[in-house]
């Protein structure tokens, strides 16, 4: 065919050459969504639809008794407090420490800016592991607050300052390119004008940064209430105590009660996923306002 | 008098830079820095040899072996699947394509101790799935293809959003002169679209590997966790740390502390490679 089109004899042949082209590319372009989706599936829609299942099986009245046990309510709980306080702290620590990271130059800058991420990389045991280290009984920090009868390890502020340290680096880390692209103009504008540091941050910059920062805040409860290892390790899994959701679920999955963990697990994965749509809602917001 | 309200409101403002400054290094300092150096002297106080020792115990080294055996088939597994789910979204119009796409990131929302009980729920022992494949010899979950499902799914995300954007920027002029000119859709893929994805693949990749090295919280449901069969680096740190062995938990906590540093400083480099290949072009 392809030398019919080099003699060039007519316009039907290269119309012929085209469509059979394009009807192989049509076909490659099926293979590969149809290769995409199955992986798709079976890894992420499955298992999303087993669980669904698996819930709906066990019937709405195991569900709620299940749900509504002293043990289920308190683990519940703690995950709303821990989360609640991660996301307080981290939210207004990470905005300073990305206004310091974009507006301030100081030596050592670039070596502290790349540890922020170190939280993303570290492993959740290993994380919890170094805080029981720090914060135990026998620790250099834990034994100074031992010795003022102050529990961190195993008790709520290890759970807490675990959380915080996997989810340190998100607000931080969707603020600081904002922050960059935006430029110091309009703050010191501002600044000339008689305005306080504050009165800049609140009507200038914040404005600014709003949807970067409704990004970060939303990870950051995604990722408190989900996470596992690290809140495992510091929190010693105590029912009735320092047991959160996650734990709870995992506790009850290995004792083989089925109904509890499974109705728990469902009430996280519909958490999950209004956050999700929440997440996706915000970032396409955040994208509109970057574009203008 | 002026001059002397000004250069107090500068004042006042370096007050305010150096407080928040402060704040910076003490939050990074007691979160991050402190327990890196707490967990690096803790395992070196014993001396080199100790440590050494305690990483290459059989057990310890079993798993460490484990760990990065599948973190590295899985990272290529996803560089893949990522890469080619990635492309479908961007370049093709399927239904329900929005639903789709909105649903990759959803690894990153589910708990993972519920992403581990999904998948044994579904390719699990007790499930129609699971006793097909077992009819057949073939044993998923509480075994190594479990634990490599599992991390697929967590790490799932990083590949396919690091390279999305990049294929949405992307020109589709050099494609078409390419095509143009004769060269088939393979040459095409290696030669012009590949090259460009690189960097965003690698930082994937990156993402994903640390990701799945540190894993616990889904590998914990689903591997079984047999000591010299399915156990993990994480899940043996954790063990360990449970029965008071601190220096068996120290050694192999301390190489996958390494390896995450060592990742980090990779993807630095992948940024500034990349960053630089952008103003050359």
Same mark, same amino acid.
């Given at each position: ?14 119309? &012929? ?10 076909? =490659? ?82 070596? *502290?800016?790349?540890?922020?991420? /170190? ?13 029981? $280290? ?41 603020? /600081? ?88 697990? *469902? ?26 | *008098? ?24 003490? !939050? ?37 072996? $484990? ?43 589910? #708990?993972?101790?519920?992403?581990? *009980? ?6 699990? #022992? ?38 999305? #954007? ?16 004769? &060269? ?9 679209? /590949?090259?460009?994805? $690189? #960097? ?37 740190? !954790? ?11 120290? =050694? ?11 990742? /980090? ?11 630089? !290949?952008?103003?050359?072009?």
């Amino acid at each position: 065919m392809r030398s019919k089109i080099e003699h060039g004899n007519s316009t039907i042949d290269v119309l &012929a050459v085209r469509s059979g082209r394009a009807r192989r590319q049509d076909i =490659g372009k099926w293979v590969l969504t149809g290769i995409a989706l199955s992986w798709f599936s079976i890894l992420i829609l499955f298992p999303l639809w087993g669980i669904f299942k698996e819930t709906v099986k066990s019937g709405l009245s195991t569900f709620v008794t299940s749900l509504s046990t002293p043990s289920s309510l308190h683990s519940f709980m703690l995950t709303v407090v821990i989360t609640t306080l991660a996301v307080a702290i981290n939210t207004v620590i990470g905005t300073i420490m990305a206004v310091v990271f974009a507006r301030q130059n100081f030596k050592g800058k670039l070596f *502290m800016e790349s540890l922020l991420d /170190l939280p993303f990389a570290v492993s959740p045991v290993v994380a919890g592991f170094m805080f029981i $280290l720090l914060f135990g009984p026998n620790g250099w920090i834990g034994s100074w607050f031992e010795s003022m009868n102050i529990k961190i390890i195993y008790a709520l502020p290890g759970m807490v300052i675990a959380t915080l340290f996997v989810t340190l680096p998100f607000v931080a880390r969707e603020i /600081l390119p904002i922050l960059r692209e935006f430029g110091r103009e309009q703050e010191e504008a501002a600044a000339t004008l008689g305005a306080s540091q504050w009165q800049t941050f609140r009507r200038v910059t914040l404005p600014s940064i709003k949807w970067g920062l409704a990004y970060g805040v939303t990870l950051t409860i995604a990722r408190s209430i989900g996470e596992f290892g690290a809140v495992l390790v510091v929190s010693g899994s105590i029912i009735n105590k320092t047991q959160t959701a996650t734990l709870m679920i995992h506790d009850q999955f290995t004792g083989f009660n089925y109904a509890g963990a499974f109705s728990a697990a *469902m009430v996280l994965a519909v958490v999950s996923f209004i956050i999700l749509n929440v997440i996706h809602i915000v970032y396409e917001k955040k994208e509109k306002k970057e574009l203008l | *008098m002026k001059i002397r309200r000004d250069s107090r409101a500068l004042t006042a403002a370096y007050r305010g830079d150096i407080i928040l400054r402060s704040i910076t290094f003490f !939050y990074i300092g007691l979160l991050i820095i402190l327990p890196i150096v707490a967990i690096t002297s803790s395992a070196f106080k014993g001396g080199l040899a100790n440590l050494f020792k305690q990483i290459v115990q059989p057990q310890a080294l079993h798993a460490l072996k $484990l760990t990065f055996m599948i973190t590295g088939i899985m990272v290529a597994v996803n560089v893949v699947t990522g890469t080619l789910f990635a492309w479908v979204l961007v370049r093709y119009r399927f239904p329900f394509k929005k639903v789709v796409d909105a649903l990759v990131d959803i690894p990153f929302a589910i #708990p993972t101790v519920v992403t581990g *009980m999904m998948l044994v729920v579904l390719y699990g #022992p007790r499930s129609t799935i699971g006793k097909f494949l077992e009819g057949h010899g073939i044993e998923v979950m509480f075994n190594t293809p479990g634990i490599l499902l599992a991390l697929a799914f967590v790490s799932f995300p990083f590949v396919v959003r690091s390279v999305q #954007p990049v294929l949405m920027e992307m020109d589709k002029d050099m494609e078409e002169a390419a095509r143009t000119l004769g &060269a088939s859709n393979v040459v095409i893929f290696f030669r012009i679209v /590949l090259p460009t994805l $690189l #960097p965003a693949i690698l930082t994937g990749a990156a993402l994903s590997f640390s990701r799945a090295l540190g894993e616990f919280g889904s590998i914990v449901v689903v591997a079984g966790n047999i000591p010299f069969k399915t156990q993990v680096s994480s899940v043996y740190i !954790y063990g360990e740390i449970e029965s008071a062995n601190i220096q068996s938990a120290l =050694g192999t906590a301390v190489v996958l502390l390494a390896s995450s540093l060592a990742v /980090l400083i990779l993807l630095n480099f992948i940024q500034r490679w990349s960053s630089k !290949y952008e103003i050359k072009n």
